[in-house]
C-alpha cells in the first residue's frame, strides 16, 4: 500500500431489533456500489464460523450457556475476524458492520453482567470511525410486525438493552470530544424508511473517499 492510499472507513450499525439496522445497511451497500466504492458487508455474529454456530444454536435456544460464556463467544467471534477486517480497511474497503461490540455490551449488561466485565474483552478490538445508532423505541419496534422466536427478543429485554445503548452513546460521545475519532450518531429510525436512509447518507457521505489515518483500537 502506498503511503498517498487511503483506508477503508469503518461503519458500525447498532440499534434494537427490528429497528432497521439490516434494511438500511444493505440499502447502504447498494448506493456504494452504484458508485463504485468499494464496500463489503460484515454482521456480527457471524454465525458461519465454528463460534457463530455455538451462538446461533444458543440464540435459537437449542443450547444453554452461562452468561459470562456466551459473552466470551460474541467477543470471540469478533476477535476471529478482526485481522481480516483491518486487511480489508488497509487495501481501501470500506467496512460496514451490523452489530458490534455496543451489541455485545447492551445485551450482556441487560442481563445484569457488570458493565465494565462486559467492555473488558473487545478492548482493542478495530474501533469504529462512525457508529450509527438507529434508534426505535421497543414499542414502535413492536409495532412493525413483532419480534421473533430468539432469545433477546421481547420487548422487556429490548427496553433494558436500549438503556444500556443510551449510556455508550454519552460514553462515546465523551471520548469522541477528547480524541476526535469514533463518531457515534443517532438517528430516528421510528421515521419512514425514506427519511432514515436520507439522515444516514448525510452522515455517512464524508466518509466514503477514505481515510488517511491509522485504524483506531476500541477503548484505548
Ligand atoms: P441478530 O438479530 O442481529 O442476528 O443478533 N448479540 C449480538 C449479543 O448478545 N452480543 C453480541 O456481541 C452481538 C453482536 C443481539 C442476534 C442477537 O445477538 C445479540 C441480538
Ligand atoms: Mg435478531
Not at 469478533?78 to 458492520?97: D, F, K, M, Q, V
Not at 413492536?142 to 454519552?170: C, D, L, N, P, S
Request: hydrophobic share 35%; aromatic share 8%; charged share 30%.
Amino acid at each position: 500500500m502506498s503511503s498517498s492510499k487511503k483506508r477503508g472507513a469503518f461503519i458500525v450499525i447498532e440499534g434494537l431489533d427490528r429497528s432497521g439496522k439490516s434494511t438500511q445497511a444493505a440499502t447502504l451497500v447498494e448506493r456504494l456500489q452504484a458508485k463504485h466504492i468499494a464496500v463489503q458487508l460484515q454482521k456480527f455474529p457471524d454465525r458461519t464460523t465454528t463460534i457463530g454456530r455455538m451462538i446461533d444454536s444458543y440464540l435459537r435456544s437449542e443450547s444453554d450457556l452461562d452468561d459470562h460464556t456466551i459473552h466470551l463467544l460474541f467477543s470471540a467471534n469478533r476477535w476471529e475476524l478482526a485481522t481480516s477486517i483491518e486487511e480489508t480497511l488497509n487495501a481501501g474497503t470500506i467496512i460496514l458492520c451490523d452489530r458490534y461490540a455496543f451489541s455485545g455490551i447492551a445485551f450482556s449488561a441487560s442481563k445484569g453482567l457488570p458493565f465494565e466485565w462486559c467492555r473488558a474483552p473487545d478492548v482493542s478490538l478495530p474501533a469504529p470511525d462512525l457508529i450509527l445508532f438507529l434508534d426505535i423505541t421497543p414499542e414502535k419496534a413492536k409495532e412493525r410486525g413483532g419480534y421473533g422466536e430468539e432469545r433477546y427478543e421481547k420487548e422487556e429485554t429490548q427496553r433494558k438493552v436500549r438503556q444500556i445503548f443510551g449510556r455508550m452513546a454519552e460514553e462515546t460521545a465523551a471520548q469522541y470530544e477528547k480524541s476526535n475519532h469514533g463518531r457515534w450518531v443517532t438517528i430516528d429510525a421510528s421515521q419512514s424508511l425514506e427519511a432514515v436512509t436520507a439522515d444516514i447518507w448525510k452522515v455517512v457521505e464524508p466518509f466514503v473517499e477514505g481515510l488517511s489515518g491509522p485504524i483506531h483500537r476500541l477503548w484505548e
